[in-house]
C-alpha cells in the first residue's frame, strides 16, 4: 500500500509540477493550429492550404501580392511585361540564399518554373511558359507562346515556391523527392522539424534577404486533426492563431474567447466556393429547365442566414465576389417554387423524379446539413432526393471522377485568378473521367470555351473583365452547377499579434511582418 | 523449455504474419476508391497522363498477384514500402510512431492492472459489501461504454471545463527546446488521459478477474492456516492470497495485448496521440495502401511477440506446464 501511496503521490506532483511550468517566452514562437494534413511541405508540386502554409514560409517565390491585389517585389525587385505579352522579366535581387547558404539566381528561378510546370497540378498556372532564359544570375526570362495575364499571379507563394536547383536538378522524380520533406527554400523561415501529421516547426531564417524579418523567432503549425480539441487549445492558449476555420459554431465559440480575435480577411485569394454540380450526361439532367428548377427551388439565403449562422455569404456564380473580375448582374435565381414547379413540367417530369445528391466529406454544416435541407427542399417540387453519404474522400472522388453521380455537393477554390481556378471546371476540353476537379459535370459550351480561351490571353484587365462577365452570364443560364455560398473561412487569433495575416493570400503567404506585441 | 517448442511456436507466429499480410493485402483492395485518384485529388487534381505516371510509379498498374509477391519479397527482406501520401518509408514513419504506441499500451496496461487488482481485492474482502457492489457496476459500465466516448468525455471534463489536463498530443510544442525531465512530466502530463481513457475497460476486466480469482482462493486452506497462525489481513490478502489468484492476472494480461493494441488505435485517434493508431488513421482515409499494411504488419508482430512471451513466462512460472507441447 505504502508503494502505492507514493505512486499515486509522485503522479500528482507531476501532473502539478506540468501544470506549474510557466508559460514559454511566448515572444518569438506563433503556433498556428490546423486539421489539415500535409503530404510533405513543397508546394511546387502539391496544391492545397495543407502545404502552401508551410510552404510558403520555407520557399520565397519571385513575387508577393498585397491586400489589394497588386503585385509586390519579393525575389524579384522588379519585373517588365513586353508589349506584346509574350515576354516578362524578372529582375532579381542580388543578396537572396538558400537555406544552405547557397545563392538564389535565375538558373533557380527558371528550373521552378519549369518544374512546377511539368509536375503542378494547376496545368494553366504556367501551360503558356515556352522557356525561361536566364542572361546572366539575376535575371530571368519568361517566355512564352501567348500572352497570360494570370502569370504575375501565378508567381506568387503559394504557387511558384523557388526551389533550389542544385537539390532538385538530381534526377528524381520532383513529385516524390525526398527533399519534399526537408525542404531548403529561400523564405523567411527554415524547416526545423517535420513530423508527418504531427507538426511542422520553423526556425526563423537569420539570412532572409529581406532586412529586418522575420519578425518571429518560431512558427509552429501543430496538427490537431479533431476540430473539437482544437478549438479548446486556441481557448487554452496552447494554439495562437487557427487559419482556414468553417463552422458557424466554431466561429460563434472562439468569438466568445476574450484572448482571440477573428477576422474573415485572408481568403480573396482562395476563393473557396461551395457547390452542387450537376452531372449534365444524366438523362435526368441534361434538361437546362430541371437544373435551373432545382435552383428556383433552393433558398440561398435560408442556407447563409439559418443553417450557417450568417457566418457564410451566398454564391451566385463560378467567381467569388471578393475576385476583381466578379460580375454582380447576374441571374441570383430567387426561390420561387411556382416557377420551379412550372420548369420541371416543361421539361416532362411534372410527376416528379428521383436523384441522388452525393456530398465530399467535410465539414457536416457545409455538406451533409445542405444534402438534408435540399432533400425536404426539392420534394416541394416532386424530386425525391436520396442523400448518398461518402465514407471517406477516396469512396467521394472515385464516384464523382467516375462521372457516377448525379448531384454532388463540393467545394472547390478560384485560387486568385480564374484561369488557375475556374476554367479547369467549365472548359469543354477538360471533361476528363478519372480526374477529380476536372469538369466532371461534363458540361460543354463552345461559346464559354471561346469566351475562357480568349480570357486567358487577353492582357487588358477592362476587355478581360468584360470576356468573364459574359462568361458569368452564360453559365449562371445553363447552370452545370448551382453555386452555393463562399465558405465562411475565418482566422482566428491571439489578439497581441501584429500584422496578423490579411491579405489575398492570408497564411498562404510569408508571415515575414507578423510579430508579438506586448 | 525446449528449443524446439520456441522454434514452433516462432514458426506458427511467422505464419500467422504472412497470414495477416496477405488478408490485409486483398481487404484494403476491397474498399472503394482508387490510390491514384485519392493521391490526384490529395495533390489539388491531376491531369490523366499524372494519373498513369502516380499508377506507374507506385505499381499500382501491375497485376494484383505481381504486387502482393513484390510485396511480400520486400517484406521478407525488412522493406514495407514508400508511403503512398507522406512519400516518406514507411518503416521511417512507424519507427516514428511506435514508441508513443507502446508507451501507451504499456501505461494502461499496468495502470489496468495495479488499480483492477486493488479494486478486486478489496471487493474480494467483503463478496456482499459496497466495495463489491462498486466494482461489479464499474466494470459493466467499464466494458459497456465505447472507448472513444469515454475519450471524448475526459476531454470535455479535464482539458475543457476543468482544464487540467492538455487536450491532445504527446508533448507541448512549446516545450520541444526544454530540458529532459521537463519534457518527461510534460509527456506523463498528456499521458494521464488517453491512458486512462484506454485502461478503463480493461481495468474493469481485472478488477471482476482479481475478485473472482481471489474469492476463489481466500477459501482455500492455507489462507485459512494463515489466518490461524495470526498473519494480519493485510498480509493475507497480499502475500498469501495475491500471489496465488495472479497468475490468471497475468495470462489474460498477455493474451489482451491485441485487444490492447486495437484499443490504442482508437485512443490515439481521440487524443490526437502520435503513435500508429493515427498513422493509421490517416492512411486509411487515403488509400494509402503501404502504410495501412505496415501497419497491421508490425502491430501483429508486437502481439504475436506478447503472446509468445506471455506463454514462454507461463511456462517458466508453472513448472506444470513444462514439457508439454
Same mark, same amino acid.
Do not use: C
Given at each position: 500500500m505504502k508503494l502505492v501511496s507514493r505512486l499515486l503521490g509522485a503522479a500528482a506532483f507531476a501532473a502539478l509540477s506540468v501544470s506549474a511550468v510557466p508559460a514559454f517566452a511566448d515572444g518569438g514562437t506563433l503556433v498556428i493550429a490546423s486539421t489539415q494534413v500535409p503530404r510533405h511541405l513543397n508546394g511546387a508540386v502539391q496544391s492545397g492550404i495543407a502545404t502552401a502554409v508551410p510552404s510558403t514560409q520555407i520557399f520565397a517565390s519571385p513575387i508577393r501580392y498585397d491586400e489589394n491585389w497588386e503585385p509586390q517585389p519579393y525575389l524579384a525587385k522588379s519585373w517588365e511585361v513586353s508589349d506584346d505579352g509574350l515576354s516578362v522579366t524578372l529582375n532579381l535581387v542580388d543578396n537572396a540564399t538558400f537555406h544552405d547558404g547557397k545563392p538564389v539566381t535565375s538558373e533557380d528561378v527558371a528550373f521552378s518554373i519549369m518544374t512546377t510546370k511539368e509536375n503542378h497540378p494547376f496545368k494553366s498556372m504556367f501551360a503558356p511558359v515556352e522557356t525561361v532564359e536566364t542572361p546572366d544570375a539575376h535575371t530571368a526570362v519568361i517566355k512564352l507562346n501567348q500572352p497570360h495575364p494570370a502569370l504575375l499571379l501565378a508567381l506568387s507563394p503559394a504557387l511558384a515556391p523557388v526551389i533550389p536547383k542544385h537539390i532538385y536538378g538530381d534526377g528524381q522524380d520532383a513529385k516524390s523527392h525526398p527533399a519534399n520533406s526537408a525542404p531548403i527554400g529561400s523564405g523567411p523561415f527554415m524547416l526545423e522539424e517535420f513530423k508527418p501529421g504531427e507538426a511542422i516547426v520553423m526556425k526563423k531564417n537569420p539570412n532572409f534577404f529581406i532586412d529586418g524579418r522575420p519578425k518571429l523567432d518560431e512558427i509552429i503549425v501543430r496538427i490537431i486533426k479533431d476540430q473539437s480539441a482544437l478549438l479548446i487549445a486556441m481557448e487554452n492558449g496552447e494554439a495562437?492563431?487557427?487559419?482556414?476555420?468553417?463552422?458557424?459554431?466554431?466561429?460563434?465559440?472562439?468569438?466568445?474567447a476574450d484572448h482571440l480575435e477573428l477576422t474573415q480577411e485572408g481568403y480573396a485569394g482562395v476563393g473557396p466556393v461551395n457547390w452542387l454540380a450537376f452531372n449534365t450526361q444524366s438523362p435526368k439532367l441534361s434538361d437546362v429547365r430541371v437544373r435551373q428548377a432545382i435552383a428556383f427551388a433552393t433558398d440561398r439565403d435560408f442556407i447563409t442566414k439559418a443553417l450557417h449562422r450568417g457566418v457564410s455569404m451566398p454564391q451566385r456564380g463560378p467567381i467569388v465576389e471578393s475576385s476583381p473580375f466578379f460580375d454582380d448582374a447576374i441571374a441570383a435565381y430567387d426561390v420561387d417554387l411556382d416557377k420551379a414547379k412550372a420548369l420541371m413540367a416543361e421539361a416532362g417530369f411534372a410527376d416528379g423524379m428521383d436523384l441522388t445528391v452525393d456530398y465530399i466529406p467535410g465539414p457536416k454544416e457545409q455538406q451533409q446539413t445542405i444534402a438534408e435541407y435540399l432533400k425536404s427542399q426539392l420534394k416541394k417540387i416532386g424530386i425525391n432526393v436520396t442523400v448518398r453519404a461518402a465514407p471517406d474522400f477516396p469512396t467521394w472522388a472515385g464516384r464523382v471522377s467516375g462521372h457516377d453521380f448525379e448531384l454532388s455537393m463540393d467545394v472547390v477554390f478560384n485560387w486568385g485568378d480564374p484561369v488557375i481556378g475556374v476554367h479547369r471546371t467549365y472548359l469543354s476540353d477538360n471533361i476528363k473521367k478519372g480526374v477529380i476537379w476536372s469538369n466532371t459535370q461534363s458540361y460543354a459550351n463552345a461559346e464559354v470555351d471561346a469566351l475562357l480561351n480568349a480570357a486567358a490571353v487577353e492582357m487588358n484587365p477592362g476587355k478581360r473583365a468584360e470576356l468573364y462577365s459574359q462568361f458569368q452570364h452564360i453559365v449562371a443560364q445553363d447552370l452545370p452547377v448551382y453555386w452555393i455560398n463562399t465558405l465562411p473561412y475565418h482566422t482566428a487569433y491571439d489578439k497581441r499579434l501584429v500584422n496578423p495575416p490579411k491579405g489575398i493570400w492570408g497564411t498562404m503567404h510569408p508571415l515575414d511582418t507578423v510579430s508579438w506585441g506586448e | 523449455m525446449n528449443a524446439p517448442y520456441l522454434f514452433k511456436r516462432l514458426g506458427y507466429g511467422l505464419l500467422l504474419m504472412l497470414g495477416v499480410v496477405v488478408l490485409n493485402f486483398f481487404l484494403i483492395r476491397l474498399a472503394p476508391g482508387d490510390p491514384a485518384v485519392v493521391i490526384a485529388g490529395e495533390m489539388g487534381g491531376a491531369t490523366e497522363e499524372m494519373l498513369e505516371s502516380i499508377r506507374e510509379e507506385y505499381g499500382l498498374n501491375k497485376p494484383v498477384l505481381t504486387q502482393l509477391g513484390i510485396y511480400v519479397g520486400n517484406i521478407a527482406q525488412g522493406d514495407l514500402g514508400e508511403s503512398y501520401f507522406f512519400n516518406q518509408?514507411?518503416?521511417?514513419?512507424?519507427?516514428?510512431?511506435?514508441?508513443?504506441?507502446? +508507451?501507451? @499500451?504499456?501505461?494502461?496496461?499496468?495502470?489496468?492492472?495495479v488499480l483492477g487488482v486493488f479494486l478486486g481485492v478489496l471487493a474480494a474482502r467483503k463478496p456482499n459489501g459496497p466495495m463489491s457492489?462498486?466494482?461489479? @457496476?464499474?466494470?459493466?459500465?467499464?466494458?459497456?461504454?465505447?472507448?472513444? =466516448? $469515454?475519450?471524448?468525455?475526459?476531454?470535455? +471534463?479535464?482539458?475543457?471545463? =476543468?482544464?487540467?489536463?492538455?487536450?491532445?498530443?504527446?508533448?507541448?510544442?512549446?516545450?520541444?527546446?526544454?530540458?529532459?525531465?521537463?519534457?518527461?512530466?510534460?509527456?506523463?502530463h498528456h499521458l494521464a488521459l488517453p491512458a486512462f481513457t484506454l485502461a478503463i475497460i480493461y481495468l474493469a476486466q481485472y478488477a471482476r478477474l482479481s475478485r473472482a480469482s481471489m474469492l476463489e482462493v481466500l477459501g482455500s486452506d492455507y489462507v485459512r492456516t494463515a489466518r490461524a497462525k495470526g498473519a494480519s489481513e493485510r498480509t493475507v490478502l497480499f502475500k498469501h492470497a495475491l500471489r496465488n489468484a495472479a497468475l490468471p492476472i497475468l495470462t489474460v494480461a498477455g493474451l489482451q495485448f491485441g485487444? +490492447?493494441?486495437?484499443?490504442?488505435?482508437? @485512443?490515439?485517434?481521440?487524443?490526437?496521440?502520435?503513435?500508429?493508431? $493515427?498513422?493509421?488513421?490517416?492512411?486509411i482515409l487515403r488509400r494509402d495502401y503501404p502504410t495501412i499494411m505496415g501497419v497491421l504488419f508490425i502491430a501483429s508482430g508486437i502481439v504475436v511477440v506478447a503472446n509468445l512471451l506471455t506463454d514462454l513466462s507461463y511456462r517458466l512460472a508453472d513448472p506444470r506446464l513444462r514439457g508439454k507441447s
Amino acid at each position: 500500500m505504502k508503494l502505492v501511496s507514493r505512486l499515486l503521490g509522485a503522479a500528482a506532483f507531476a501532473a502539478l509540477s506540468v501544470s506549474a511550468v510557466p508559460a514559454f517566452a511566448d515572444g518569438g514562437t506563433l503556433v498556428i493550429a490546423s486539421t489539415q494534413v500535409p503530404r510533405h511541405l513543397n508546394g511546387a508540386v502539391q496544391s492545397g492550404i495543407a502545404t502552401a502554409v508551410p510552404s510558403t514560409q520555407i520557399f520565397a517565390s519571385p513575387i508577393r501580392y498585397d491586400e489589394n491585389w497588386e503585385p509586390q517585389p519579393y525575389l524579384a525587385k522588379s519585373w517588365e511585361v513586353s508589349d506584346d505579352g509574350l515576354s516578362v522579366t524578372l529582375n532579381l535581387v542580388d543578396n537572396a540564399t538558400f537555406h544552405d547558404g547557397k545563392p538564389v539566381t535565375s538558373e533557380d528561378v527558371a528550373f521552378s518554373i519549369m518544374t512546377t510546370k511539368e509536375n503542378h497540378p494547376f496545368k494553366s498556372m504556367f501551360a503558356p511558359v515556352e522557356t525561361v532564359e536566364t542572361p546572366d544570375a539575376h535575371t530571368a526570362v519568361i517566355k512564352l507562346n501567348q500572352p497570360h495575364p494570370a502569370l504575375l499571379l501565378a508567381l506568387s507563394p503559394a504557387l511558384a515556391p523557388v526551389i533550389p536547383k542544385h537539390i532538385y536538378g538530381d534526377g528524381q522524380d520532383a513529385k516524390s523527392h525526398p527533399a519534399n520533406s526537408a525542404p531548403i527554400g529561400s523564405g523567411p523561415f527554415m524547416l526545423e522539424e517535420f513530423k508527418p501529421g504531427e507538426a511542422i516547426v520553423m526556425k526563423k531564417n537569420p539570412n532572409f534577404f529581406i532586412d529586418g524579418r522575420p519578425k518571429l523567432d518560431e512558427i509552429i503549425v501543430r496538427i490537431i486533426k479533431d476540430q473539437s480539441a482544437l478549438l479548446i487549445a486556441m481557448e487554452n492558449g496552447e494554439a495562437d492563431m487557427y487559419p482556414f476555420m468553417d463552422g458557424s459554431q466554431a466561429i460563434r465559440r472562439l468569438e466568445k474567447a476574450d484572448h482571440l480575435e477573428l477576422t474573415q480577411e485572408g481568403y480573396a485569394g482562395v476563393g473557396p466556393v461551395n457547390w452542387l454540380a450537376f452531372n449534365t450526361q444524366s438523362p435526368k439532367l441534361s434538361d437546362v429547365r430541371v437544373r435551373q428548377a432545382i435552383a428556383f427551388a433552393t433558398d440561398r439565403d435560408f442556407i447563409t442566414k439559418a443553417l450557417h449562422r450568417g457566418v457564410s455569404m451566398p454564391q451566385r456564380g463560378p467567381i467569388v465576389e471578393s475576385s476583381p473580375f466578379f460580375d454582380d448582374a447576374i441571374a441570383a435565381y430567387d426561390v420561387d417554387l411556382d416557377k420551379a414547379k412550372a420548369l420541371m413540367a416543361e421539361a416532362g417530369f411534372a410527376d416528379g423524379m428521383d436523384l441522388t445528391v452525393d456530398y465530399i466529406p467535410g465539414p457536416k454544416e457545409q455538406q451533409q446539413t445542405i444534402a438534408e435541407y435540399l432533400k425536404s427542399q426539392l420534394k416541394k417540387i416532386g424530386i425525391n432526393v436520396t442523400v448518398r453519404a461518402a465514407p471517406d474522400f477516396p469512396t467521394w472522388a472515385g464516384r464523382v471522377s467516375g462521372h457516377d453521380f448525379e448531384l454532388s455537393m463540393d467545394v472547390v477554390f478560384n485560387w486568385g485568378d480564374p484561369v488557375i481556378g475556374v476554367h479547369r471546371t467549365y472548359l469543354s476540353d477538360n471533361i476528363k473521367k478519372g480526374v477529380i476537379w476536372s469538369n466532371t459535370q461534363s458540361y460543354a459550351n463552345a461559346e464559354v470555351d471561346a469566351l475562357l480561351n480568349a480570357a486567358a490571353v487577353e492582357m487588358n484587365p477592362g476587355k478581360r473583365a468584360e470576356l468573364y462577365s459574359q462568361f458569368q452570364h452564360i453559365v449562371a443560364q445553363d447552370l452545370p452547377v448551382y453555386w452555393i455560398n463562399t465558405l465562411p473561412y475565418h482566422t482566428a487569433y491571439d489578439k497581441r499579434l501584429v500584422n496578423p495575416p490579411k491579405g489575398i493570400w492570408g497564411t498562404m503567404h510569408p508571415l515575414d511582418t507578423v510579430s508579438w506585441g506586448e | 523449455m525446449n528449443a524446439p517448442y520456441l522454434f514452433k511456436r516462432l514458426g506458427y507466429g511467422l505464419l500467422l504474419m504472412l497470414g495477416v499480410v496477405v488478408l490485409n493485402f486483398f481487404l484494403i483492395r476491397l474498399a472503394p476508391g482508387d490510390p491514384a485518384v485519392v493521391i490526384a485529388g490529395e495533390m489539388g487534381g491531376a491531369t490523366e497522363e499524372m494519373l498513369e505516371s502516380i499508377r506507374e510509379e507506385y505499381g499500382l498498374n501491375k497485376p494484383v498477384l505481381t504486387q502482393l509477391g513484390i510485396y511480400v519479397g520486400n517484406i521478407a527482406q525488412g522493406d514495407l514500402g514508400e508511403s503512398y501520401f507522406f512519400n516518406q518509408p514507411v518503416s521511417k514513419l512507424i519507427g516514428e510512431r511506435i514508441y508513443p504506441t507502446v +508507451l501507451l @499500451v504499456l501505461s494502461a496496461l499496468i495502470m489496468a492492472i495495479v488499480l483492477g487488482v486493488f479494486l478486486g481485492v478489496l471487493a474480494a474482502r467483503k463478496p456482499n459489501g459496497p466495495m463489491s457492489a462498486f466494482v461489479a @457496476v464499474f466494470s459493466t459500465i467499464g466494458y459497456a461504454v465505447p472507448v472513444f =466516448w $469515454t475519450g471524448i468525455m475526459l476531454i470535455i +471534463l479535464f482539458a475543457s471545463v =476543468w482544464p487540467i489536463f492538455p487536450v491532445e498530443g504527446m508533448l507541448s510544442v512549446k516545450l520541444r527546446d526544454a530540458g529532459i525531465i521537463v519534457r518527461s512530466l510534460d509527456i506523463l502530463h498528456h499521458l494521464a488521459l488517453p491512458a486512462f481513457t484506454l485502461a478503463i475497460i480493461y481495468l474493469a476486466q481485472y478488477a471482476r478477474l482479481s475478485r473472482a480469482s481471489m474469492l476463489e482462493v481466500l477459501g482455500s486452506d492455507y489462507v485459512r492456516t494463515a489466518r490461524a497462525k495470526g498473519a494480519s489481513e493485510r498480509t493475507v490478502l497480499f502475500k498469501h492470497a495475491l500471489r496465488n489468484a495472479a497468475l490468471p492476472i497475468l495470462t489474460v494480461a498477455g493474451l489482451q495485448f491485441g485487444s +490492447l493494441i486495437s484499443g490504442a488505435l482508437l @485512443v490515439e485517434t481521440v487524443f490526437n496521440w502520435p503513435g500508429m493508431g $493515427t498513422l493509421a488513421f490517416d492512411a486509411i482515409l487515403r488509400r494509402d495502401y503501404p502504410t495501412i499494411m505496415g501497419v497491421l504488419f508490425i502491430a501483429s508482430g508486437i502481439v504475436v511477440v506478447a503472446n509468445l512471451l506471455t506463454d514462454l513466462s507461463y511456462r517458466l512460472a508453472d513448472p506444470r506446464l513444462r514439457g508439454k507441447s
